[in-house]
T-cell receptor, first 113, second 113 residues
């Protein structure tokens, strides 16, 4: 059981370039989330989805877009990367039942020069 | 809004010492409470959880009790090992809010032999 898989694991971009981070889950979970983790700032929610075809803004959505065309996949896009977006990005998924935890991928380490 | 406050780190202990990491929360409803652990280079993984007042979550020798009267969920372990060295996150989740979680800033634990 793979759980939540993120690709790529590492990436270096130049300012202004674009890229897409992929998150795939094989647990048939309804909810999916994208976070960024920065030193001293904990986890901050970027965007989330409550089901296929739906997306919503989280705490820090500016500069990012998302799509959830298939239930198992949640894509995070950076249209024009900025150095402030250098971070570790985590995807998580969760089923809709009360008291269930989020399941996290191992992260994508993104550096923007 | 919801918030989670964790004991600031880092925390350094000798092997077999007693561990307490304090966690208090503010929530508008009746949240579920979680402790997650993050090892270097990995995503967060569930350590334990509690879904209602007075519930005790336990796993791998770690315990935490949901205290509604003090809005707390302190993590304890009677005898830590070197392998417990990691970052620990306290979190709450309210199912009425798309299952979104609010995380504390994390506490880094280092256990020395």
């Amino acid at each position: 059981n793979a759980g939540v898989t993120q690709t790529p694991k590492f990436r270096v971009l130049k300012t202004g370039q674009s890229m897409t981070l992929l998150c795939a889950q094989d647990m048939n979970h309804e909810y999916m989330y994208w976070y960024r983790q920065d030193p001293g700032m904990g986890l901050r929610l970027i965007h989330y989805s409550v089901g296929e075809g739906t997306t919503a803004k989280g705490e820090v959505p500016d500069g990012y877009n998302v799509s959830r065309l298939k239930k198992q996949n949640f894509l995070l896009g950076l249209e024009s990367a900025a150095p402030s977006q250098t971070s570790v990005y985590f995807c998580a998924s969760k089923d809709g039942l009360r008291g269930q935890p989020q399941h996290f991928g191992d992260g994508t380490r993104l550096s923007i020069l | 809004g919801n918030s989670v406050t964790q004991m600031e780190g880092p925390v350094t202990l000798s092997e077999e010492a007693f561990l307490t990491i304090n966690c208090t929360y503010t929530a508008t409803g009746y949240p579920s409470l979680f402790w997650y652990v993050q090892y270097p280079g990995e995503g967060l993984q569930l350590l334990l959880k509690a879904t209602k007042a007075d519930d005790k979550g336990s796993n791998k020798g770690f315990e935490a009790t949901y205290r509604k009267e003090t809005t707390s969920f302190h993590l304890e372990k009677g005898s830590v090992q070197v392998s417990d060295s990691a970052v620990y996150f306290c979190a709450l989740s309210e199912e009425t809010n798309a299952g979104k979680s609010t995380f504390g800033d994390g506490t880094t634990l280092t256990v020395k032999p």
